[in-house]
């Protein structure tokens, strides 16, 4: 069992910034792929970013250039630098590990950016 807890959701204006993060209560090393999703309004849940455990990246092509996916083995955490907010980026957001053939996913937290 793998618990994810999600925190750094708010309200942005357009061109801003936030930082996400995904708490894992279990050593992050040991996970295959951490990912960031999100889901806006009346939307299915889409792929944003993966990091896997030998620390290469992936990206949608909506968020390249703008969001950064990282991680502090050390605090067992996993980040999502989010720049250059875009409107169109309002959603709540998932973070996801896939360890021992499952999936996990977190509560979700919710970012707003205003135009």
């Known amino acids: 069992q793998v618990q994810l807890v999600e925190s750094g959701g708010g309200l942005v204006k357009h061109g801003g910034s936030l930082r996400l993060s995904c708490e894992a209560y279990?050593?992050?090393?040991?996970?295959?792929?951490m990912r960031w999703y999100r889901q806006a309004p009346g939307n299915e849940r889409r792929w944003v970013a993966t990091?896997?455990?030998?620390?290469?990246?992936n990206y949608a092509e909506s968020v390249k250039g703008r969001f950064t996916i990282f991680r502090d083995s050390a605090k067992n955490t996993m980040y999502l630098q989010m720049n250059s907010l875009k409107p169109e980026d309002t959603a709540v957001y998932f973070c996801?590990?896939?360890?021992?053939?499952?999936?996990?996913w977190g509560q979700g937290t919710q970012v707003t950016v205003s135009s």
């Open positions: 279990i050593d992050i090393w040991s996970i295959n792929l």
């Open positions: 990091i896997a455990r030998g620390g290469s990246t």
């Open positions: 996801n590990a896939y360890y021992d053939t499952n999936d996990y």
